[in-house]
């Protein structure tokens, strides 16, 4: 969605806030647009102001009762007003009028009128107060019925006391949030984990539900359902003009050059860490291709919104072809690996859910250390297994590894060099490198799962560290 129809949408979403209220936003009110679904539609503070201002003040004419507008009316010509003395009907009982009574007759009706009037403008005041609070549904739980207020010491779940529909549309729009999250390669940063919080929060949402929704998305990311494959046309006699099939893309002379030196480092004596860092250059060289700035090391921005052209699609695949020569390694067997761990049947729902598979992944493929029951981090790079005997996926590693110190420590790093060690995972880069990959054309298509590291023991861990 563009930066127009996202301004468009939180414009028709304060219009509808303001119209329920009735002009009469409280300051929850303006906290829940400012601070919370402002972020749903990527605006700054300062547009989400500006646009609720301008609906503020579009709405303020037309919210003014008709029973004020009419106070400030000429007064219409009333009948003259009853005798005191009488106490039967003015109308079929009518008092004598005298000439100064006559003449005194309109001011006197006049101010009669004004304050019916104006009496007529506090009791329909009165009567908007009373249908607007009777409109808006409570939102505290001081406030809610006792049948739905939440007891602090409750753990379990209740649904929320909105209308299907309504709750329906909240949680679509809460996925949609964390689609955007996930897209800018930002889903697993605190503040961004804070902001999606909140949101749901605010919405209302079952925290079964919206574990739920990002669980299905993260899904329909790397196992989108195929449909059948379509059944085999008859086979029919190719003529002599008959349309080709394209030739496959050439690779620039410069990759082919690179891909050769890169076999060679993979041949009979590997020199794998040479080869590792080659690979990162490689997959750098594509990404900034015709670019003036480049980066030394992955960004889960450029990786999720990079658009293979064939040709850059054909140097991954060579590039992979590098390392499955040696049986067990390359980018097709970390996706597949990466594939079968999300894809793993009776796995929990939680909040945490991504970080649990990238750290599952990291103990498949025996990048992560675990010292002591309950407690692990990655691997130094040095303390990787660079032989033929290392684990499935466990190579290459280098384009995980390489970063900045700065982002290192972030992450609880403890290697002064430019890259990780004894940290946390870095799961929006797992997760973006592996869209990545799928749009360079590599199969998500499941593998079995190496049953020993899966199963590998504490001792077995040291061993490999």
């Known amino acids: 969605m563009s930066a127009t129809d996202n301004t468009a949408s939180f414009r028709d979403r304060v219009q509808q806030r303001v119209q329920f209220k009735q002009g009469k936003l409280a300051d929850a009110d303006r906290d829940i647009l400012l601070d919370r679904e402002r972020f749903t539609y990527g605006l700054s503070k300062a547009e989400a102001e500006a646009i609720l201002d301008e609906e503020l003040r579009a ?14 009316l000429a007064p219409e010509p009333s009948p003259v007003p009853p005798s005191p003395d009488s106490t039967s009907n003015p109308v079929s009982n009518p008092a004598p009028i005298s000439e100064a009574e006559l003449h005194s007759a309109p001011e006197s009706a006049a101010a009669t009128n004004t304050e019916s009037s104006a009496e007529s403008t506090e009791s329909d005041n009165e009567s908007t107060e009373s249908t607007e609070s009777s409109e808006v549904p409570p939102t505290r739980p001081e406030l809610l019925p006792a049948a739905t207020a939440k007891d602090p010491q409750d753990t379990t779940t209740m649904r929320p006391s909105i ?24 889903l697993f940063d605190d503040d961004t984990k804070e902001e999606l919080r909140r949101l749901a929060h605010d919405l209302e949402l079952d925290p079964n539900d919206v574990t739920k929704t990002e669980q299905d998305i993260l899904r329909q990311r790397f196992n989108p359902k195929a449909s059948p494959p379509p059944a085999p046309p008859d086979p029919l006699p190719v003529k002599a003009n008959a349309v080709q099939p394209p030739p496959p893309p050439q690779i620039p002379e410069s990759y082919r050059n690179r891909l050769s030196e890169l076999k060679k480092l993979l041949n009979k004596r590997p020199q794998w860490k040479q080869a590792d860092e080659m690979t990162l250059e490689l997959i750098l060289s594509l990404l900034y291709h015709g670019k003036d700035e480049k980066d030394t090391e992955l960004d889960p921005n450029v990786l999720v919104n990079f658009a293979a052209e064939p040709w850059q699609r054909a140097v991954m695949q060579e590039l992979d072809k590098c390392w499955q020569a040696k049986g067990k390694f390359g980018f097709q067997r970390q996706l597949q690996i990466y594939q079968s761990i999300i894809q793993a049947p009776g796995r929990e729902p939680s909040q945490d859910l991504a970080l649990e598979e990238a750290i599952q992944f990291a103990k498949t493929v025996q990048w992560w250390k675990v010292p002591l029951p309950g407690f692990g981090f990655l691997k130094f790079y040095d303390r990787l297994n660079f032989t033929p005997q290392a684990p499935a996926g466990h190579l290459p590693a280098w384009w995980f590894w390489k970063t900045t110190k700065r982002n290192n420590f972030r992450l609880g790093g403890l290697s002064l060099l430019s890259q990780r060690g004894g940290c946390r995972m870095d799961t929006a880069l797992l997760a973006a490198f592996m869209i990545f990959l799928k749009t360079c054309g590599f199969s998500a298509q499941p ?19």
């Open 447 to 465: 593998t079995a799962q190496p049953t020993k590291n899966l199963e590998m023991t504490q001792e077995e861990d040291n061993d490999a560290g």
């Open 163 to 186: 209308p299907p529909d309504v709750y329906l549309a909240n949680l679509q729009r809460y996925g949609a949030a964390y689609s955007r999250a996930l897209d800018k390669g930002f």
């Open 59 to 72: 709405y303020q004419p037309s919210a003014a009762t008709p029973a004020a507008s009419e106070a400030h």
